[in-house]
């Protein structure tokens, strides 16, 4: 519930569908986590609606996160630490993977 909250924060309710099935397109869920998802936020009692969002590098990482622990999947944190700095590397236009 934590995890649903946080993702309708950022996005809004009217917007959880979208970033859902954005994380089911990149397979970090499975439809049937998607629909379940969808269908517990229906019993949570959160209004904030947003016509525009946007979710940064960092929110995404905290989304994975969440997934792994929500699996049952031990978090590296040395690997956390990594994508961490690669994201700070493109907040700050530095070059990273050769792009």
Do not use: C
């Not at 959880?16 to 869920?29: F, P, R, S, T, V």
């Not at 905290?62 to 929500?70: A, D, G, P, Q, V």
């Not at 994508?83 to 590397?89: A, F, G, L, S, Y």
């Amino acid at each position: 519930m934590e995890w649903l909250e946080y993702l309708m924060e950022l996005v809004g309710r009217n917007n959880l569908q979208d970033i859902l099935a954005y994380y089911e397109e990149l397979g970090w869920i499975s439809e049937d986590v998607r629909l379940d998802l969808l269908r517990y936020a229906e019993g949570i009692d959160f209004y904030i609606e947003k016509t525009d969002w946007k979710m940064s590098p960092d929110d995404h990482v905290r989304s994975i996160w969440f997934m792994e622990k929500l699996a049952g999947r031990e978090i590296d944190r040395n690997k956390l630490s990594v994508v961490e700095k690669d994201i700070k590397k493109v907040r700050n236009g530095t070059e990273i993977y050769g792009l």
